[in-house]
């Protein structure tokens, strides 16, 4: 008898908890962390105190359908770059978990809930804010850039920088300034984050087709434009310092030195030809960025003001 004559004809039944999995995955949970980590500080610099719990709670709840409708909309239409590159072969849609379709009609109603949600909870300002984000990040950066140009991320990284926007909004109705030296921040955060990213998967994104810049330039152009971004991004926060007390401006001069630190010591390994691990610069950046934010927090909430902002 032949030993592949009992091997089952079928695949495994899929249980609720794997088809739960694979819809929340489409979301990309671990960028959505990210998207409310920055808010949350945002809308206590906005009250310049603590924000009603249930408001909170309210734009943290429409962010996050928001952000998981622009996840799942970016995995239909880069499901065939996802299939190439080793880092996003894991993906639902690359292992047939879920149907493109059921994964498209799956962003789009998470976006439709999430500008309601903000309409009904917060504000119409909010809510505009929150539907226009999920459309440049959609159609303007995966559709229209990701794919033509090195300067895709750049560009297409506004759409990450929406949701301290939207935050400000949900507390005071309108934007101020300080939303967008916020949003500032985490514009010139993204190159030199998402950079040095691509740097280590540089190949996948060259087999796939996609010109991220380090798939395109050599290492030592990559780090001598992480090194200006992160310069530009070092400067844009230190112009909350007016908005913010001593608390903030001590810990962003701080943070900002160690990060430059470590991107200039990249850069000058690879002005000398030589190889290191970029990946330390990617970690350090997530680090950076939530450390900014939590000190925007902390000084909203128990820093004293250097001027009014209001």
């Not at 999430?114 to 539907?131: I, Q």
């Not at 995966?142 to 140009?149: A, D, F, G, H, I």
């Not at 030195?257 to 691990?277: D, P, S």
Request: hydrophobic share 55%; net charge positive; proline share 6%.
């Amino acid at each position: 008898m032949s030993i592949t004559a009992d091997a089952p004809t079928t695949a495994p039944r899929r249980t609720i908890k794997d088809v739960v999995r694979a819809y929340v995955a489409l979301t990309k949970p671990r960028i959505i962390e990210q998207l409310l980590v920055t808010t949350i500080p945002a809308m206590l610099l906005a009250q310049r105190g603590i924000p009603s719990p249930w408001l909170v709670l309210a734009t943290m709840v429409g962010g996050t359908l928001a952000a998981g409708s622009a996840g799942a909309l970016n995995c239909v239409v880069d499901a065939d770059i996802d299939a190439v590159m080793k880092r996003t072969s894991a993906r639902p849609l690359v292992k047939h978990e879920v149907p493109v379709r059921n994964a498209l009609i799956f962003g789009v109603i998470l976006g439709v809930l999430s500008c309601g949600f903000l309409w009904l909870t917060t504000n119409w300002v909010a809510a505009v804010l929150c539907v226009g984000a999920i459309l440049f990040y959609v159609f303007v950066y995966t559709m229209l850039l990701k794919r033509r140009t090195s300067q895709n991320i750049v560009w297409g990284g506004i759409a990450g920088c929406m949701p301290v926007v939207i935050g400000w909004a949900a507390v005071t109705g309108d934007v101020g300034w300080p939303a967008f030296v916020l949003f500032g921040v985490i514009f010139f955060w993204t190159p030199p984050h998402s950079w040095a990213l691509a740097m280590k998967f540089r190949d996948d994104y060259a087999r796939a087709g996609v010109p991220m810049l380090p798939a395109v330039a050599t290492p030592r152009q990559v780090s001598f434009r992480i090194v200006l971004y992160s310069w530009a991004m070092v400067l844009c926060g230190l112009l909350l310092v007016p908005a913010t007390s001593w608390i903030y401006a001590v810990s962003a001069v701080v943070l900002g030195a160690i990060f430059l630190a470590a991107v200039h010591k990249l850069h000058n390994v690879y002005r000398r030809g030589g190889e290191t691990n970029p990946m330390k610069v990617f970690h350090l950046s997530n680090t950076y960025l939530c450390a900014v934010f939590v000190m925007v927090a902390v000084d909203s909430a128990i820093g004293l003001p250097v001027t009014s902002v209001f």
